[in-house]
Nanobody
């Protein structure tokens, strides 16, 4: 069993910053791609950024130059540094990871429970 637990969300003023964290725990042999998604009220969940096990990154256009995704493989932890936050960044942010629990079983996807980010003055 694998768990992803996010933290770091909150209320911030426009132009402010937040750093999200996501810790994976449980039976973990390896973690492949990790990602942050977000879902705003009334909208579909969208990919914000992802990072491979080799640290290659990809961002949605709306956050390029403002958000930075990173990971600490030794700690099974994913981060999202969010700068210059805008009201349109308001959403629940979810951690996602492709995890192999034991070598002989194919990796599967796991989701965190989400953390609320609200950008408002």
């Amino acid at each position: 069993q694998v768990q992803l637990v996010e933290s770091g969300g909150g209320l911030v003023q426009p132009g402010g910053s937040l750093r999200l964290s996501c810790v994976a725990s449980g039976i973990i042999f390896s973690i492949k791609t990790m990602a942050w998604y977000r879902q705003a009220p009334g909208k579909q969940r969208e990919l914000v950024a992802n990072i491979t096990s080799g640290a290659s990154t990809n961002y949605v256009d709306s956050v390029k130059g403002r958000f930075t995704i990173s990971r600490d493989n030794a700690k099974n932890t994913l981060y999202l540094q969010m700068n210059s936050l805008q009201p349109e960044d308001t959403a629940v942010y979810y951690c996602h990871a492709i995890i192999r629990t034991i070598p002989t079983i194919a990796p599967t996807a796991s989701w965190g429970q989400g953390t609320q980010v609200t950008v408002s003055s």
